[in-house]
């Protein structure tokens, strides 16, 4: 049978034994001994890369401010949206992209209304309703190929619950119109083999194959004898 005591008997059965006396330190070690316990040699110093998780995410600053991709993000949880917006930024921060945001968008809100029942119980209905929530990032003075490297690496390692929609610019130099003619008669050679097998073709070989057939012997003979084949 198991019996409680209380602290103060359990305090009374041990042998108490006389510490003995230290000597009081100087001010001048006191003060050693609190400068070596608050020195960096006692603390555990996290790395720099798992500092900034708990830091905001590093921005670069644009030049001359002009836009390159706009990525907007929309999810139904704020949770989501937050974090894989830090994530794109902290991203943007590592390829060298001035990136600004995310900034809070209208939300878009969608209601649906379902009846319960029909007949007479029409009347009984139930509201559904969706709210989506956005968040915009742009890119500044970015290369083009860096964005679609940032873009890519964004899809690889996209977040469940995120969509993306990204509007992408490029800037051409003054005269791109010529480039673009000399760029379209050196497409022309490789896509007219591939175009040839959409509708008809533009020589008349197949016309003449048909009046070759129409004016054999075999297919006069299958037919009235001595009719004629009236010219297209």
């Avoid at 798992?50 to 836009?67: D, F, M, S, W």
């Avoid at 029409?122 to 915009?136: A, D, G, M, P």
């Avoid at 490029?170 to 097998?197: I, Q, T």
Wanted: charged share 25%; hydrophobic share 35%; aromatic share 8%.
């Amino acid at each position: 049978m198991s019996t409680t005591r209380p602290l103060g008997d359990i305090g009374s059965d041990l042998a108490v034994s006389k510490l003995p006396e230290l000597p009081t330190p100087s001010p001048a070690t006191a003060e050693s001994t609190e400068d070596d316990a608050e020195g960096p040699d006692t603390e555990i110093r996290l790395p720099r890369s798992v500092q900034a998780i708990y830091l905001r995410p590093l921005k670069r600053r644009a030049e001359y401010g002009v836009p390159a991709c706009d990525l907007q993000l929309r999810s139904f949880s704020v949770r989501n949206l937050e974090f894989f917006a830090d994530f794109a930024l902290r991203a943007a921060y590592y390829l060298n992209l001035p990136a600004s945001g995310p900034v809070p968008l209208p939300r878009i809100t969608e209601l649906w209304t379902v009846p319960k029942s029909n007949f007479v119980h029409k009347k009984s209905q139930e509201n559904f309703q969706r709210i989506t929530l956005r968040r915009l990032i742009q890119i500044q003075d970015g290369n083009p190929d860096t964005v679609e490297v940032w873009l890519a690496f964004l899809r690889k390692h996209q977040y469940y619950g995120v969509g993306m929609k990204a509007n992408v610019w490029n800037y051409e130099k003054l005269g791109v119109g010529k480039s673009m003619d000399v760029s379209l008669e050196n497409l022309k050679h490789v896509m007219e083999p591939k175009w040839a097998h959409f509708g008809r073709k533009k020589n008349l070989e197949t016309s003449e194959k048909v009046m070759e057939m129409l004016g054999s012997n075999r297919f006069k003979d299958a037919g009235d004898e001595g009719a004629t084949v009236p010219p297209i």
